[in-house]
């Protein structure tokens, strides 16, 4: 089926969902070596097939420049020979995890005999809709078939040479592996109607998985009848203490907002205490790497190639090279400026003080809170889960990056001699 082929969309994704039904039964009861088995064959694939995978990733980027992409989203876009080594060496750190599917959690023998357990099962059919990021294709596929799932992919049109090129090393894994080519599916066609489709098919996918800008994200979230699991903005903080150390606080500033700017681990707001006696140097350090500073009249004091920063900066998500900077009196007014303008994602703090340190790691509400790290560690793989299907910010079910644990449920398990209840 071609994109120009006239489809019913809704008739579409019922047929994959009621395929992905199927073969989601077949993997919850799939021993582990033979989930494994698939994803290192998968792995095995990738990188034979690394020459084709890098040519239809060349289509995109043609395509992408040519639509006027932003540099954010083509760094995200582009597969380097490097880079499919790491999608194929992320299945195979996935395929040597500990399988949660059958796991007990805990176990409990009532007053009367009863004997209660409760087991981690698979989710049943995950969607993932997600754009730019080809190797989200392999993350997620992967992730969600390891935890028993069947996964249903819908990737964003500019990456969908690539996709597909991935998406086969996937299925050729599945075949040699003797599983379901349906458990892991990639939705042939990019058109709006079929991400409505997906967030309407309840009964059909379990739960839906977005991995993309703000505007997606906000669209499954007001438009899905189906569970959502998923994070709208990464509005990352990095507070510097005045007792930071000051080589350590140059070096995380610079390699938190710089590393790769267009990761949703990015810092995009950096405070600083006033007491912190010399930060001239991180503000240079940020000026220096090509970073557009946007900072209040006291950061523009001490660095004049900072531009002014608007009230809206707080509580923007750049992902480009653009960070705003201003300075706090001590933790209380760090921790307050990112209650009222941080998104629950990841924040981090830079200080020696330890008493400090773990008042701001027990009260900053965010999924993923760190001292003395860079916050682009917010990341499945650094966190040894061996690749995430995407990062979490609510409140229920799983938080952070979420892999195979985060990727199932439970259920109860009781059993009896015979038992009434009077």
Known sequence: MTEQTPIDSTALIHEMGRRARAASAVLALAPTATKAAALMAAATALRASETAILAANAEDMARGEANGLTSAMLDRLKLTPARIEGIAAGLESVAKLPDPVGQEIDRATRPNGLVLSRVRVPLGVVGIIYESRPNVTADAGGLAMMAGNAAILRGGSEARSSNAAIHACLAAGLAEAGLPEDAIQLVPVSDRAAVGAMLTAVGLIDIIVPRGGKSLVARVQD????????????????????AADPVMARELALNAKMRRTGICGAMETLLIDRAFANPKPILGVIADSGCELRGT?????????????????????????ILSAKFVDGVDEAMAHIAAHGSHHTDAIVTEDTAIAERFLNEVDSAIVAWNASTQFADGGEFGLGAEIGIATGRLHARGPVALEGLTTYKWLVRGTGQTRP
Do not use: F, M, N, Q
């Open 223 to 242: 438009e899905a009848k189906v569970p959502v699991l998923a994070h709208l903005d990464g509005i990352v903080h990095l507070y510097i203490d005045k």
């Open 297 to 321: 009249e006291e950061v523009r004091a001490i660095e004049p190639r900072a531009v002014a920063v608007s009230d809206e900066d707080w509580d923007t998500e750049y992902l480009d090279a």
